[in-house]
C-alpha cells in the first residue's frame, strides 16, 4: 500500500504532460501533412505553367485573339517565372504554416501569446523600418515578375542602364549593355522600363537624299529593296509584316530624309536595319540616286 501511495501522484502529475505532448505531435503532425499538400498544390501549378505552348522560331501566332510571344527561350523564360512564383509561394506559406504552428504549441505548453504577440508585432515594425529598402527591392521584383515586365534575354531601358537582361531576382536585375558592361540594378529603383523584346519590335531606317533627288522614284527604290528583302529566305520569320515606306520625314539643312519601316521579331529591328541599309546604298547606287556630300564626308551612310 505504501508503494501504490507513493508512485499514483507521480503518475498523476504526468498525465498532463503526456497529454500535451499527445497534442504537440498531433498539431506538429498536421502542420506537416498541411505544408506538404501545399507544397504538392503549387508543384502542380508550377509544372502546369511550365508546359504551356511555345516554339523556337522567330514569329508570332493568334491565340484567342492575344498575341503569343514565340521568340526564342519563351518557354524557358515562362519556366522560371513559374519556378520563381513558386518559390515565393512555398516561402511564404512555409513561413505562415511554421509561426501558426509554434505559436499554438506554445499556447499548448501555457506560454502567454499575447505579450509574445505584443512583442513580435513591435519588433517587426522596428525590422520594417530598418529594412524598408530591402523590403522595397522585393516588393518591387514580385509585382514585377507577376506583370512579366521583362526576363531573361529581353533587351530593356531602366533609364540609367540598358541592356540585355543576364539574371532576374527578387532583389535584383542584372543587364549588359552593348559595350559588355555588366549592370546591377535594384528593383526598388527601378521608376520605368522600355521593353525592346516583347511581342514586336520595329526596324526604322532613315535615308537622306540630295534635294534635286525624284523622291517618288527613291521611295519607289525603297520600297522594292524593302519588299526583296521580305521575300529573302534569310528574313523568313524575322520580317512580320510588309514593309512600309513613310515617306518624307524631315527636311534636313543636309537633304532630304526618307523612312522606311518594317516590322520584325523582337531583338532582330537592328540586324535588319543593318541588311537593309547596305541593301538601299547598293540600290542607290546603281540607279543613280546621290546621297548629300556632306553626310559622306563626314562619313555617314543612309
Same mark, same amino acid.
Request: zero cysteines.
Given at each position: 500500500m505504501f508503494g501504490l501511495d507513493v508512485t499514483l501522484p507521480d503518475t498523476l502529475a504526468l498525465e498532463p504532460l503526456v497529454a500535451a505532448g499527445v497534442r504537440i505531435g498531433v498539431i506538429v503532425l498536421f502542420a506537416l +501533412? #498541411?505544408?506538404? #499538400?501545399? %507544397?504538392?498544390? /503549387?508543384?502542380? +501549378?508550377? =509544372?502546369?505553367?511550365?508546359?504551356?505552348?511555345?516554339?523556337?522560331?522567330?514569329?508570332?501566332?493568334?491565340?484567342?485573339?492575344?498575341?503569343?510571344?514565340?521568340?526564342? %527561350?519563351?518557354?524557358?523564360?515562362?519556366?522560371?517565372r513559374a519556378q520563381a512564383l513558386g518559390g515565393l509561394l512555398t516561402s511564404v506559406v512555409t513561413i505562415l504554416i511554421a509561426g501558426v504552428t509554434l505559436v499554438t504549441i506554445l499556447s499548448v505548453v501555457g506560454v502567454p501569446i499575447a505579450p509574445l504577440l505584443t512583442s513580435a508585432g513591435i519588433l517587426g515594425i522596428a525590422l520594417g523600418f530598418g529594412a524598408q529598402t530591402l523590403v522595397k527591392d522585393y516588393l518591387a521584383g514580385i509585382f514585377m515578375i507577376l506583370e512579366d515586365q521583362y526576363g531573361i534575354g529581353d533587351w530593356i531601358d531602366l533609364g540609367d542602364a540598358s541592356g540585355e537582361v543576364e539574371d532576374v531576382t527578387l532583389r535584383v536585375t542584372r543587364l549588359r549593355d552593348t559595350d559588355g558592361t555588366v549592370w546591377y540594378v535594384r528593383n526598388g529603383e527601378v521608376l520605368r522600363v522600355g521593353n525592346q523584346s516583347q511581342g514586336w519590335a520595329r526596324s526604322v531606317l532613315d535615308v537622306t537624299v540630295d534635294y534635286d533627288? @525624284?523622291?517618288?522614284?527613291?521611295?519607289?527604290?525603297?520600297?522594292?529593296?524593302? =519588299?526583296?528583302?521580305?521575300?529573302?529566305?534569310?528574313?523568313?520569320?524575322?520580317?512580320?509584316?510588309?514593309?512600309?515606306?513613310?515617306?518624307?520625314? @524631315? #527636311?534636313?539643312?543636309?537633304?532630304?530624309?526618307?523612312? +522606311?519601316? /518594317?516590322?520584325?521579331?523582337?531583338?532582330?529591328?537592328?540586324?535588319?536595319?543593318?541588311?537593309?541599309?547596305?541593301?538601299?546604298?547598293?540600290?542607290?547606287?546603281?540607279?543613280? /540616286?546621290? /546621297?548629300?556630300?556632306? #553626310?559622306?564626308?563626314?562619313?555617314?551612310?543612309?
Open positions: +501533412v #498541411l505544408r506538404w #499538400l501545399a %507544397g504538392r498544390g /503549387i508543384r502542380r +501549378v508550377v =509544372h502546369r505553367a511550365t508546359k504551356g505552348p511555345g516554339s523556337s522560331a522567330f514569329g508570332r501566332t493568334k491565340a484567342g485573339g492575344a498575341l503569343r510571344d514565340l521568340r526564342p %527561350g519563351a518557354g524557358e523564360r515562362r519556366k522560371q533627288t @525624284d523622291l517618288d522614284r527613291a521611295q519607289q527604290v525603297l520600297a522594292e529593296e524593302a =519588299h526583296a528583302m521580305a521575300e529573302d529566305p534569310e528574313f523568313k520569320g524575322v520580317i512580320l509584316e510588309e514593309p512600309s515606306v513613310w515617306g518624307v520625314n @524631315d #527636311l534636313a539643312k543636309d537633304g532630304v530624309v526618307l523612312r +522606311v519601316a /518594317i516590322k520584325t521579331a523582337p531583338l532582330q529591328q537592328w540586324a535588319t536595319t543593318r541588311a537593309l541599309r547596305g541593301r538601299v546604298k547598293a540600290r542607290f547606287d546603281a540607279e543613280g /540616286i546621290t /546621297i548629300p556630300r556632306s #553626310l559622306l564626308a563626314a562619313g555617314v551612310t543612309p
